[in-house]
């Protein structure tokens, strides 16, 4: 979709069926509004790097995405990056062979009431110099992570679920920088939140329980931690390396 104007996209289920590498629905300038649709069957080249979105954003391009089913696309249910904006909201995005929303380059991204479960590596992922909001999402059982910022991503993550997953519930990688409040991390394989040695922010007012670690901060970490409720994680509740 190219446009100068606003498109609107309601009650279609859109499914690719071909062999050769393509995304389901590729938006790649002006605004579209996306509702109660659904998306399956993107094909990804690997060796390539080529299609296997459900739903792809790029250049400056914006795009409104809610109620929207988003499963088992080669690659990201959704993916944005350049410049794009993107809103997505009370969308499920299950069974895709990446993540579930992947963020990239320079875009600006709210993801709210989203459920991002069963994907091949992370729930919501954001890497660049991607600025995020992720409020109120559910993300698990997804064989890597929940929600993770990595690079010079921003991060404000709020109020979302991540359980389950295989590795970490919420994590900051490089030299993110993280806002985590208010979140709950449990039953995942490692830790509920993850700090690297490069990142920044606050994790507060979250509740981190049941996993292996609760919240893991690596020495080098400038990110504050305070006010959360760590409890009965198999082999530590705080494990801060910078003490």
Known sequence: IATAGEVELQNIKFVYEGSNPANVCSITRGKVRISRCAFRGGAF??????????????????????DCLLARNGLNGI????????????????????????????????????QCRKNGIHGIAAQ???????????????????????????????????RNNGIDGIGAYGSAQLTA???????NKECGIFLSKNSSGRVQNSTCRYNKYGIHVERGSKAKIGNNSVFNNREGNVVDERW
């Open 181 to 187: 409040q208010g979140n709950t991390c449990e039953g």
């Open 128 to 162: 660049g110099s991607v600025q995020l909001t992720a409020q109120g999402n559910t993300c698990e059982g997804n064989k890597d992570s929940g929600i993770v910022v990595y690079d010079k991503a921003r991060g404000e993550v709020r109020a979302n679920q991540c």
């Open 45 to 66: 080249d690997k060796d390539a790097s080529l299609g296997g979105n459900g739903v792809y954003l790029r250049n400056d391009s914006s795009a409104e995405i809610y």
């Open 79 to 114: 993916g944005a990056q350049d410049s794009a904006q993107l809103t997505a909201q009370g969308n499920t995005c299950e069974g895709n062979e990446d993540s579930g929303i992947a963020l990239f380059e320079n875009a600006r991204v709210e993801v709210r009431a989203n």
